[in-house]
């Protein structure tokens, strides 16, 4: 059973830095994605930048140019680098994973797939 355990969280001021970290248990195929998604009170879950298997990244719109996913293999682990906070920025952020039967070329929608292994979150507050 893949698991994935977020850490990194806590409360910086606007302009700010955090990184997160997930580990990851193990794998189940060499073709993946996997992604760091944010919920904040009151809105739905949203997808926040995407990492696979061939090293391409995505981002949402919001997070571009501020927001950085990287995963370091050697430690089974992946990385949300956050600069340039904002106050809404606050959320729970969760890692997120999934695995594919066959070789892909290009992912198509990556914040949008059917991601079906979650952490658990962590706590992001950014204050103004």
């Known amino acids: 059973q893949v698991q994935l355990m977020e850490s990194g969280g806590g409360s910086v001021q606007a302009g700010g830095s955090l990184r997160l970290s997930c580990s990851i248990s193990?794998?189940?195929?060499?073709?993946?994605?996997m992604a760091w998604f944010r919920q904040a009170p009151g809105k739905e879950r949203e997808g926040v930048a995407v990492i696979d298997s061939r090293g391409t990244t995505t981002y949402a719109d919001s997070v571009k140019g501020r927001f950085t996913i990287s995963k370091d293999n050697t430690k089974n682990t992946l990385y949300l680098q956050m600069d340039n906070l904002k106050p809404e920025d606050t959320a729970v952020y969760s890692c997120a994973a999934v695995f594919f039967m066959m070789a892909f070329l290009r992912l198509s929608d990556p914040l949008n797939l059917n991601y079906n292994y979650w952490g658990q979150g962590t706590q992001v507050t950014v204050s103004s």
């Open positions: 193990k794998y189940d195929t060499y073709n993946w994605a």
